[in-house]
Each structure stands twice: as structure tokens, then as C-alpha cells.
């Protein structure tokens, strides 16, 4: 094995022009639990990785609520290098708890891949563009790029959608208490 893997992964923001290309796109009436996003748009196409339609492709056929970002159109790019190298962008509707199943098989996917070209003698490295959000109106979200080893982007991005869940739930579960207490106070008088 290559002695470039990377020790450590790399988060940071996503890139503020890419979000700007694809915002006007994602906002739907009924979201799926899982949305994979194109690597860009030019004039309304979709321009997304060759290696991202088979995953979507079998996240399909095992029953996971998934879909490319629905633009008026759609190409397929292929980029061809001595890398194992894969981008993939994806928004992930918490809403439901489907959307959790459908995320670990995706992840379970991409490790297989990365498994696959390290026993050929590749260093597999993966850039994972992550948007996480709960309430239908899109009003929180939270996005994040991941890059490095795609065994660690993977755990550490695991980490971030259940610390956005965890986050977003005691927030939600804070309102109900401070509800239940004002009505528990109501009734006192």
C-alpha cells in the first residue's frame, strides 16, 4: 500500500458557488429521503459523475427512496486517471427514518468500491459534499465536505448526521417541554 493515504480527513464548508448552482434546483414538494446532487449545473443540465449512476442505481433497486437532482436535463461525465479517485454530493431529508437505511447502504457501497481498488494496489481517496436537513421547509441545514481515506469521510461523516440529529432533536424536544410546561402552568391557576 501507498504510503499517501491520508491520516486524516479534511472537513470543511462546501463550495459557495457550487451550492448557489444547484440551491434553485433543490427545492421540492416531496423530497426523497436521499438526493444525489451533480458536480455541477451549466444552463440547466445536470452535470454528474459517471461512477455516481450505478450507486443510485442500486440504492433503486433495493428499495431506498433515492433520486438524482431533477434538473430539465442530465449528462454523464467520465474522468479517466491513475487514481481511484470519486466525488459524490449528496442531500440527505432526515425527515424519516428511511433516509437513515438508505445513507448506510450507500456508504456500505462506497467502502466495497474503496475495498475492491486497494486489493488491486490503489489508494482510494473520496471527496463527500454532505447537505443533512429535517424540516420540509429547509429551514435547517447543514452542509459539510469531507476528503480523505473513504473509510474515515465515511465514519466521520456518519458522526455528523447523528450530531445533527442529536442536535436538532434536543432543540425540537426542548420546544415540546417548554409547551407541555406552559400548559402544565396554565392549568395551575
Known amino acids: 500500500m501507498s504510503s499517501e493515504r491520508p491520516a486524516e480527513v479534511t472537513t470543511g464548508p462546501v463550495d459557495q458557488d457550487w451550492l448557489g448552482g444547484i440551491s434553485p434546483w433543490l427545492q421540492g414538494e416531496d ?7 451533480p458536480v455541477r449545473i451549466v444552463e440547466g443540465k445536470a452535470v454528474f459523475s459517471a461512477d455516481i449512476a450505478p450507486l ?5 433497486s ?12 442530465q449528462t454523464f461525465q467520465s474522468k479517466y486517471g491513475a487514481d481511484w479517485a470519486i466525488e459524490l454530493s449528496i442531500l440527505l431529508n432526515v425527515a424519516g427514518s428511511a433516509a437513515w437505511d438508505g445513507i448506510k447502504f450507500l456508504y456500505h457501497l462506497i467502502k466495497l468500491d474503496a475495498q475492491g481498488a486497494r486489493e488491486i494496489g490503489e489508494e482510494p481517496k473520496l471527496t463527500l459534499n454532505q447537505g443533512i436537513y429535517r ?8 452542509w459539510q465536505t469531507f476528503y480523505g481515506a473513504p473509510d474515515k469521510v465515511i465514519d466521520r461523516a456518519e458522526s455528523a448526521i447523528r450530531d445533527y440529529l442529536s442536535a436538532t432533536q434536543l432543540s425540537e424536544d426542548q ?5 407541555e410546561d406552559t400548559d402544565d402552568e396554565d392549568t395551575d391557576n
Open 31 to 37: 423530497p426523497p429521503a436521499l438526493t444525489i446532487l
Open 56 to 60: 443510485a442505481k442500486q440504492l433503486r
Open 62 to 73: 433495493q428499495g431506498f427512496d433515492v433520486q438524482l437532482l431533477s434538473t430539465p436535463a
Open 135 to 142: 424540516h420540509p421547509d429547509g429551514s435547517s441545514f447543514l
Open 175 to 179: 420546544a415540546v417541554e417548554h409547551s
